[in-house]
T-cell receptor, first 114, second 114 residues
């Protein structure tokens, strides 16, 4: 079965420190991988995606993610966290080029303390 | 500005009273879908549509109906709402034209069924 796993419900990081939010997936073929962020009472905002090419993908707000095919992972990273990065982050995978169906992880709440 | 617009944003209704959540997108996307977000479960797809008059079930379609009479609109219909349909609902649209592959989400509709 196709699935996405975010093993951490919550990640706590001090401001200025690097952060990592983990994501692993199980999809046949070549998946399309995404990260979305959700701020309180808001919809999902697109951060970045991996379709093909360079394994390190850069996205919005200084975030980046590294695609690792052998480990089937797509971890989200940022070199220096900001308090404003505190939000709910979702990893997602689409098994189809159309992105008509996207499978979400359960979400990781990122909390950045001043 | 590219937008996916949902209405209403907040609704409290009673069991069995039919309701419709509207969704409209201004990007001429061919794909549209509905998701529900529940704590610890991430987002799960309810229904999706690949174009006008073409719809299909997602992962959790029970208790919901959709229609796609126009490209820009994709309403979600709850014929007889029940308390287990209390959730946060997101409409989304996407396209593969020009290599887009990105899904755009509405701001969400909070639905409470009492």
């Amino acid at each position: 079965a196709q699935s996405v796993a975010q093993p951490e419900d919550q990640v706590n990081v001090a401001e200025g420190n690097p952060l990592t939010v983990k994501c692993t997936y199980s999809v046949s073929g070549n998946p399309y991988l995404f990260w979305y962020v959700q701020y309180p009472n808001r919809g999902l905002q697109f951060l970045l995606k991996y379709i093909t090419g360079d394994n390190l993908v850069k996205g919005s707000y200084g975030f980046e993610a590294e695609f690792n095919k052998s480990q089937t992972s797509f971890h989200l990273k940022k070199p220096s966290a900001l308090v404003s990065d505190s939000a709910l982050y979702f990893c997602a995978v689409s098994p189809y080029s159309s992105a008509s169906k996207i499978i979400f992880g359960s979400g990781t709440r990122l909390s950045i303390r001043p | 500005e590219a937008q996916v617009t949902q209405n209403p944003r907040y609704l409290i209704t009673v069991t069995g009273k039919k309701l419709t959540v509207t969704c409209s997108q201004n990007m001429n996307h061919e794909y549209m879908s509905w998701y529900r977000q529940d704590p610890g479960l991430g987002l799960r797809q309810i229904y999706y549509s690949m174009n006008v008059e073409v719809t299909d079930k997602g992962d959790v379609p029970e208790g919901y109906k959709v229609s796609r009479k126009e490209k820009r609109n994709f309403p979600l219909i709850l014929e007889s709402p029940s308390p287990n349909q209390t959730s946060l609902y997101f409409c989304a649209s996407s396209s593969t034209k020009g290599g887009e592959n990105t899904i755009y989400f509405g701001e969400g509709s909070w639905l409470t069924v009492v």
